[in-house]
């Protein structure tokens, strides 16, 4: 019976360590920009229709379509939906479309680091 609960107990211990790497490993600073002029109406990698302008969306060279992502710079947030690949250029790991990017200000600055958290796979 004692080891049975010692198992329970090391098992737990082993979920709860496991579950705060996870959030960690979930929650990062990436370099982003924004896309979107001329690209309206065209299918993202994952067959929706891009609707920059009042869509929340990102393009993503590795997150699994329809990730959500809270993504916060400086002192606005915004939750976006991957639905496309990319970006292709420049050391970018996260391209917004315009109308999030206009959301937290990043289309002033264009190209700069985010805070990224995965919300839901």
């Given at each position: 019976m004692k080891s049975c609960l010692k198992m329970l107990l090391v098992a737990g211990a082993f979920?709860?360590?496991l579950a705060a790497f996870q959030d960690d490993a979930l929650a990062d600073t990436q370099l982003a920009s924004w896309y979107g002029p001329g690209l309206e109406g065209n299918l993202t990698a994952?067959?929706?229709v891009f609707e920059p302008y009042t869509e929340y969306t990102a393009a993503s060279p590795y997150l699994p379509f329809?990730?959500?992502l809270l993504v916060t710079y400086g002192d606005y947030s915004v939750v976006v939906?991957?639905?496309d690949r990319g970006p292709y250029t420049?050391?970018?790991e996260?391209?917004?479309?315009?109308a999030a990017a206009e959301e937290i200000g990043l289309t002033y600055t264009?190209?700069?680091y985010v805070d990224v958290e995965v919300l839901d796979y």
């Open positions: 979920a709860v360590s994952s067959g929706d329809g990730t959500d939906e991957v639905t420049g050391g970018r996260l391209d917004l479309s315009a264009g190209v700069d």
